[in-house]
């Protein structure tokens, strides 16, 4: 093989890597974008239940405070039904 076939196999075998690693590279963006919108998502779907989590929390607390006043106003009847003869 004379000079000019070797630069012509090397030229080739330049543009076929060249294509593989244009291919390769691609790819590697698709995935990265691909990966990008899932995380948008994850956090989008991680703020919703930050949002729900915090309306459960305040209506766990609504719910404590009115079994606490119920606890007390049945304390307080169960004193007058002992106040009025009776037993609770």
Do not use: C
Request: proline share 1%.
């Amino acid at each position: 093989m004379d000079a000019t076939a070797w630069g012509a196999l090397i030229t080739g075998a330049a543009v076929v890597i060249g294509a593989v690693v244009a291919h390769l590279g691609k790819r590697a963006e698709n995935a990265t974008t691909r990966m990008n919108s899932e995380f948008d998502q994850i956090q989008e779907e991680r703020d919703g239940l930050r949002v729900q989590l915090t309306a459960r929390d305040q209506r766990i607390a609504e719910l404590l405070e009115q079994r606490l006043n119920d606890q007390v106003e049945l304390a307080r009847l169960r004193v007058k039904i002992v106040e009025m003869g009776g037993t609770p």
